[in-house]
């Protein structure tokens, strides 16, 4: 790539990230004397009044999961009434306490704790991330003190979320990344080989992140139970719709605590479970597990400290406004959601499939992955940017992705996205030249000598983020 390409993409990122100029208040140090409520008021009212229109229309793939006005102002209202809480005193707010409990409680019921003999325990956490790394956490402190594994490894196919990396980086473990097969989930035969005496735990996700597509769970974790290892199903996508869409009759496999070789599975609320962006649950078979994840010091000059999870004080605000979201819903509520979400999904599958130079990775149910054949993918995701719509690009293969929420179902929202990319198509077989957007990134990551060249423009972003 030449250095005007480069400095091209720079700039479309700066613009990206900073959008907004000088239209809006900008602090680098503390106003002499507090702005008064009303103009702090004003600027939110405004900024949120542009920046909830594309995912409102329903636009944009994934992010917000519901969009009815009325939910929103209920969980806001819900979070006002309980924006001082901190579940770290939970002498002093016991209600926070009370309502993580029951998220848990009902998590675990909707996956799979009644068909087990085994207790099946949890925590609440700040999203999938969270999850995922606490989880890692656990199985490696397991692994030193059941098997004496002082170098642990986890085993988890290329398509299991990037925070087991982060996971492995925080916590010193090593992950042993495995292809999928040729239908894009795990590949058994090959995870098994990978196996090596200091493996602690195996990895499926249900469904990942990319294409959507559940692994299979059911064979993953029979070897790891045959070995004694741990198996963590990351639902953290699926955890909230998979159990709904079974009961509606799509074939789902099996990938919760049915299974008696999966020891742990996440499962966000803050995705398909409608609640405000902040929580997630993590769930253990058994409470001796879930000890693995705990954190008490008791010789500590201020006094005697204990967290279930990686923050200290955190938002009991949020998951107050998450157990509002689980209750206020219900299952009736849940059922109906994932039914409109997977006729949706149906829609633009076959809507994608229309267009004979588009393939649907596999046959996913609400979370769609697709390539092209004859110009590069990163050609339409730009064209169909360029209409407003916000899809995510993926690399291995090079596809774009489609999460469909409630947005999504709204009338006209999917005919729009039909349409739309029917002349998105058109257009970039018209244009040869058609720019592929961010997509030369995308390029430079999936090259091994440029992965730091890619890393770098990645750390800038980061900078670019708190340039004020
Ligand atoms: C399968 C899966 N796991 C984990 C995560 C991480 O979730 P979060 O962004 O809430 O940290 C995601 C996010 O999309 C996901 O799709």
Same mark, same amino acid.
């Given at each position: 790539?030449?250095?005007?390409?480069?400095?091209?993409?720079?700039?479309?990122?700066?613009?990206?990230?900073?959008?907004?100029?000088?239209?809006?208040?900008?602090?680098?140090?503390?106003?002499?004397?507090?702005?008064?409520?009303?103009?702090?008021?004003?600027?939110?009212?405004r900024?949120?009044?542009?920046?909830?229109?594309?995912?409102?229309q329903?636009?944009?793939?994934?992010?917000?999961?519901?969009?009815?006005?009325?939910?929103?102002?209920?969980?806001?209202?819900?979070?006002?009434l309980?924006?001082?809480?901190?579940? %770290?005193?939970?002498?002093?707010? =016991?209600?926070?306490?009370?309502f993580? !409990?029951?998220?848990? &409680? *009902? @998590? +675990?019921?909707?996956?799979?704790?009644?068909?087990?003999?085994?207790?099946?325990?949890?925590?609440?956490?700040?999203?999938?991330?969270?999850s995922?790394?606490?989880?890692?956490?656990?199985?490696?402190?397991?692994?030193?003190d059941t098997?004496?594994?002082?170098?642990?490894?986890?085993v988890?196919?290329?398509t299991?979320?990037v925070?087991?990396?982060?996971a492995?980086?925080?916590?010193? %473990?090593?992950l042993?990344?495995? =292809?999928?097969?040729?239908?894009?989930? !795990?590949?058994?035969? &090959? *995870? @098994? +080989?990978a196996m090596?005496?200091?493996?602690?735990?195996l990895?499926?996700?249900?469904?990942?992140?990319?294409?959507?597509?559940?692994?299979?769970?059911?064979?993953?974790?029979?070897?790891?139970?045959?070995?004694?290892?741990?198996?963590?199903?990351?639902?953290?996508?699926?955890?909230?719709?998979?159990?709904?869409a079974?009961?509606?009759?799509?074939s789902?496999?099996?990938?919760?605590?049915?299974?008696?070789?999966?020891?742990?599975?996440?499962?966000?609320?803050?995705?398909?479970?409608? &609640?405000?962006?902040?929580?997630?649950?993590l769930?253990?078979?058994?409470?001796?597990?879930?000890?693995?994840?705990?954190?008490?010091a008791?010789?500590?000059?201020?006094?005697?400290?204990?967290?279930?999870?990686?923050?200290g004080?955190?938002?009991g605000?949020?998951?107050?406004?998450?157990?509002?979201?689980?209750?206020?819903i219900?299952?009736?509520?849940?059922?109906?959601?994932?039914?409109?979400?997977?006729?949706?999904?149906?829609?633009?599958k076959?809507?994608?499939?229309a267009?004979?130079?588009?393939e649907?990775?596999?046959?996913?149910?609400?979370?769609?992955a697709?390539?092209?054949?004859?110009?590069?993918?990163?050609q339409?995701?730009?064209?169909?940017?360029?209409?407003?719509?916000?899809?995510?690009?993926?690399?291995?293969?090079?596809?774009?992705?489609f999460?469909?929420?409630?947005?999504?179902?709204?009338?006209?929202?999917?005919?729009?996205?039909?349409?739309?990319?029917?002349?998105?198509?058109e257009?970039?077989r018209?244009h040869?030249?058609?720019?592929e957007?961010?997509?030369?990134?995308?390029?430079?990551?999936?090259?091994?000598?440029?992965?730091?060249?890619a890393?770098?423009?990645?750390f800038?972003?980061?900078?670019?983020?708190?340039?004020?």
């Amino acid at each position: 790539m030449d250095t005007d390409a480069v400095a091209g993409m720079f700039e479309q990122v700066a613009r990206l990230l900073k959008p907004y100029g000088d239209d809006f208040p900008r602090y680098a140090r503390l106003p002499e004397t507090g702005a008064s409520r009303e103009a702090i008021l004003g600027a939110m009212e405004r900024l949120k009044a542009i920046e909830q229109e594309r995912w409102k229309q329903g636009l944009v793939s994934g992010t917000v999961y519901y969009r009815d006005q009325e939910h929103i102002d209920f969980l806001n209202r819900v979070y006002a009434l309980n924006s001082s809480s901190n579940p %770290l005193h939970p002498d002093i707010w =016991p209600s926070t306490t009370k309502f993580e !409990a029951e998220i848990v &409680a *009902m @998590t +675990a019921g909707l996956l799979g704790a009644d068909r087990t003999q085994d207790e099946i325990v949890g925590t609440v956490t700040s999203g999938g991330t969270e999850s995922l790394l606490l989880a890692m956490k656990t199985y490696r402190d397991w692994g030193r003190d059941t098997k004496g594994i002082t170098a642990p490894e986890i085993v988890a196919p290329t398509t299991a979320h990037v925070a087991f990396d982060k996971a492995a980086d925080l916590f010193g %473990l090593r992950l042993v990344r495995v =292809p999928v097969g040729p239908d894009f989930r !795990a590949d058994v035969a &090959a *995870m @098994t +080989a990978a196996m090596t005496p200091n493996t602690v735990a195996l990895v499926g996700s249900a469904p990942p992140y990319p294409h959507g597509l559940v692994d299979p769970i059911e064979e993953l974790s029979e070897v790891a139970r045959e070995r004694g290892l741990g198996f963590h199903t990351d639902a953290c996508m699926g955890g909230f719709i998979l159990p709904f869409a079974e009961k509606l009759g799509y074939s789902v496999p099996a990938f919760d605590f049915r299974l008696p070789g999966v020891t742990s599975v996440s499962a966000d609320t803050h995705k398909y479970g409608y &609640a405000a962006k902040g929580t997630s649950v993590l769930l253990y078979r058994g409470a001796d597990l879930r000890r693995y994840q705990y954190f008490a010091a008791t010789d500590w000059p201020g006094g005697i400290y204990f967290s279930p999870t990686l923050a200290g004080s955190r938002p009991g605000g949020l998951s107050a406004a998450c157990w509002a979201a689980l209750v206020s819903i219900g299952e009736a509520g849940y059922l109906a959601a994932a039914k409109r979400i997977l006729e949706t999904a149906a829609y633009i599958k076959t809507a994608i499939r229309a267009n004979p130079e588009l393939e649907v990775i596999g046959d996913p149910l609400f979370l769609i992955a697709f390539r092209a054949h004859g110009f590069s993918i990163y050609q339409l995701v730009q064209a169909m940017a360029e209409r407003g719509w916000r899809l995510d690009g993926l690399l291995g293969p090079p596809a774009a992705h489609f999460c469909v929420t409630l947005a999504h179902t709204q009338p006209g929202v999917a005919e729009r996205f039909s349409q739309d990319l029917r002349a998105a198509v058109e257009y970039v077989r018209q244009h040869p030249d058609a720019s592929e957007g961010l997509g030369p990134l995308y390029g430079l990551g999936a090259s091994v000598e440029m992965r730091e060249v890619a890393q770098g423009m990645l750390f800038w972003c980061l900078d670019m983020l708190y340039q004020v």
